[in-house]
């Protein structure tokens, strides 16, 4: 969509969401709540900005927020995750 | 999404202490740092980590780096060049010695990533400049799994002086690896010296319907081309990876 060349791809919000969710978010697919595309977070677009926003790859819609501040993540999201189910070895 | 329970959490967002073992000149801009990491619990090829250092005034800065190791070796790598003007980067090139301590987290990201247990598919692999780091974990991995998946590499570096893991980068078998210098050529050469476009993709890559998986990492503007030039050659954009480093090569 946008062909800026200061983005980034969801691999780079593992870390910091590693300590959020059970689950790699990498992997996580999400529906967006816009225009219906399922894409892994992993392929979608990174923003820094206040904070770090990820967007919709397909049309650019806001996916997720994280804002680190005073030691916690505050995290906002839209659209459907795709969670798999953490197993007992997970 | 459910958020953990804060003791699984504390698990999971483990920063760990991270020893430097070893340090190697790869390029004039790039050093490779062997790391003893204790209890790491080991990577999938492509992954990368966070590492956190902090000044003596409590000052953190944190940057992610991919790791350049096969899983299989006792060690972590991670290849890093310098950033013009990057604040972290000078550290690692310049300053680290072995000995030195910092703090890493990961591995992290599970979706640019490759086993050699993920299928027979072929592999094509597409680096700009240190993207070759985390692909050169995937050719590690390959190697040492004595995998026979048909692989093609594709490195995109300015000059043979900016090429990481030169005396690596040799054909074997089910292996092929195609080089192009962008600004300045070796004595001689009559490989491509040009930016990635259509016809070099033509000449190296497998067919796009081959069901090759692709995974291209570099600088923003270089995946953003070769990921296009993928989807025109037909190559179905579910089987295309891309991690992009942002503007600069690094992330400073």
Known sequence: MSDDADHQDGNALAGLLSGVFAADITTVVRRCAFCGDASPLGAHRLYRAAGLVLRCPSCSDVALRAVERDGSVSVTWAGVFEVPTPTASA | MPPLSSERAARRVLWREAVVRDVVVETPRARTLALDVPDWPGHRAGQHLDVRLTAEDGYQAERSYSIASAPELDRVELTIELVDDGEVSPYFVEVVEPGDVFEVRGPVGGHFTW??????????????????????????????????????????????????????????????????????????WTGFARRVNHDMLRAVAPAPDSGARVFVCGPTPFVELVTGLLVDLGFPPRTIHAERFGPTGGTS
Do not use: K, N
């Open chain 2, 115 to 188: 086993s050699a247990d993920s299928g027979p598919e072929p592999l094509l692999l597409i680096a700009g400049g240190s993207g070759l780091v985390p692909l050169m974990a995937m050719v590690r991995h390959r190697a040492a799994r004595a995998s026979t998946v048909p692989t093609t590499l594709l490195v995109s570096a300015r000059s043979p002086e900016d090429l990481l893991y030169a005396d690596e980068l040799v054909d074997a078998p089910a292996l092929s690896i195609a080089r192009t210098y962008t600004r300045t050529q070796p004595p001689g």
